[in-house]
């Protein structure tokens, strides 16, 4: 088995100390030539007693250091929920789970910046499910086990008509990342620049989202003004004129999300 230098693609380029596995599961694979049939791999919430390796992939995987805070939130109160792609591995008798991916999310109360307002709003709570971390082994890579786990978190989404998206951040340059997120139906709506402090340099996030449940991206301030000027029944050539201005006014508008930046 081949192990790749660069373990992890949230990891800057040019960054040379994330090339060693530090999880169990890897030794466990590479000593037993393991063969995973992602037909037998399964998914539930993490175990306490699995805490010591999930932070051991967590750290083979993201640039950014999570505090106790980060876990304990998962593990004892569930406010931020983990869930895992699961392989188990007989040997002598004896069964042994081994982690292949994990993805962790919260719940966040609807924002505007990324779910178009609906009247239907105002009679109740409406949330989208932000994903927090994501990540699957290099063993499994390739093998759709990523893909399944986040179909996991769709049928979750969709099964609660108050949840109305899905969204995350990721770094600009994870391309792997990008190409994930993309072909499972996310879109990109926005970018938030210098989003990230990452071994003394500043990187942009990218967000994605995957809308369900009927929610649907946010009106620009162009299509807005449009909407109102062609309602209010104003002439073609003013109509024109006034669609215009306003792309020239919104041209280099972006609005960027509420979030405080991350550091490592």
């Not at 719940?107 to 779910?115: E, M, P, Q, R």
């Not at 996310?186 to 500043?202: A, P």
């Amino acid at each position: 088995m081949s192990y790749a230098i660069r373990i992890s693609h949230s990891f800057p380029p040019t960054y040379q100390k994330n090339n060693q596995y530090l999880a169990q599961v890897h030794s466990i694979i590479k000593k037993f030539n393991i063969e995973i049939d992602p037909k037998q791999v399964y998914f539930r919430p993490f175990k306490i007693e699995e805490l010591a390796e999930i932070r051991l992939l967590h750290e083979e995987w993201f640039p950014v250091e999570y505090s106790d805070d980060f876990y304990n939130k998962s593990i004892r109160n569930g406010i931020v929920k983990t869930l895992l792609a699961v392989y188990d591995f007989t040997y002598e008798g004896d069964t042994y789970p081994l982690i292949l991916g994990s993805l962790t999310y919260d719940y966040k109360f609807l924002d505007n910046d990324i779910a178009r307002f609906s009247f239907s709003d105002l009679c109740g709570n409406k949330y989208g499910i932000y994903i927090l971390t994501f990540g699957v082994i290099n063993e499994v890579r390739s093998k759709g086990i990523g893909t399944a786990l986040l179909a996991k978190i769709f049928e979750i989404a969709e099964s609660d008509q108050t949840i109305k998206y899905i969204y995350l951040d990721v770094i600009a340059y994870n391309d792997q990342g990008i190409k994930c997120y993309e072909r499972n139906g996310f879109i990109k709506i926005d970018r938030k620049k210098n989003h990230y402090k990452l071994f003394g340099e500043r990187y942009d996030a990218i967000v994605y989202c995957r809308y369900v449940n009927d929610g649907k991206r946010p009106r620009s301030v162009t299509e807005l003004v449009c909407t109102c000027v062609t309602l209010c029944g104003i002439p073609q050539k003013a109509f024109d004129k006034a669609k215009n201005v306003i792309y020239k006014l919104t041209k280099n508008h972006t609005k960027g999300l509420k979030y405080k930046p991350i550091q490592a």
